[in-house]
């Protein structure tokens, strides 16, 4: 398995608190991504990261932001939970932009 | 409207019950198909990447296929453990990235 590790697995939260997700990989992979899945949808692209401080959005970016300041972490907040944020949000990483996408366990997030 | 269409959403196979599914795109540009397996509580898990028309790759029970417009999945005499869901995502250019859309899936199960 790849090496990227998600946390927590499973959180609880607020409306209206902030939230944030962690992702590490011990890969040293270039690209990292934040994706979303939900029944009906599928995965749906939050943001991603192509290098240490650069980062882009994805198709369903508002509400959410990231960070990245080292290779190995790729951090995503949620500003002001909503409970329409409700959902598993998964992690991914790739070597080169052209490179398949391998995935951690994801993180469940429940916005009550 | 979606980029990416798979059918059909949910298939029940008999085991040895051979079937395909299907991954069916309108982007323009194609530079790889990406076909991937997410057991349940898990991410997505890296199957097969397919570049050009006429491309096939094969793992155990599983033959992926490329053409201009669609991919299939053929599995071959199934087991109950190659019950998942199965997801495709296509990379072409959009805003000057090759980052991978996602289609919503095709559960399978197989019973024995």
């Known amino acids: ?112 | 409207e979606d980029q990416v269409t798979q059918s059909p959403e949910a298939l029940r196979l008999q085991e040895g019950e051979s079937s395909s599914l299907n991954c069916s795109y309108t982007v323009s540009g194609l530079r790889g198909l990406f076909w991937y397996r997410q057991d349940p509580g898990k991410g997505p898990e890296f199957l097969f990447t397919l570049y050009s028309a006429g491309e096939e790759k094969e793992k155990e029970r599983l033959k992926a296929t490329l053409t201009k417009k669609e991919s299939f999945l053929h599995i071959t005499a199934p087991k109950p453990e190659d019950s998942a869901t199965y997801l495709c995502a296509v990379q072409a250019p959009t805003g000057g990235s090759y980052i991978p859309t996602f289609g919503r899936g095709t559960s399978l199960i197989v019973h024995p």
């Open chain 1, 1 to 112: 398995d790849a090496g990227i590790t998600q946390s927590p697995r499973h959180k609880v939260t607020e409306t209206g608190t902030p939230v944030t997700l962690r992702c590490h990989q011990t890969e040293n992979h270039r690209y990292m991504y934040w994706y979303r899945q939900d029944p009906g949808h599928g995965l749906r692209l939050i943001h991603y990261s192509y290098g240490v401080k650069d980062t882009d959005k994805g198709e369903v970016s508002d509400g959410y932001s990231v960070s990245r300041s080292k290779t190995e972490d790729f951090l995503l907040t949620l500003e002001s939970a909503t409970s329409s944020q409700t959902s598993v949000y998964f992690c991914a990483i790739s070597e080169s932009e052209g490179s398949p996408l391998h995935f951690g366990n994801g993180t469940r997030l429940t916005v009550t």
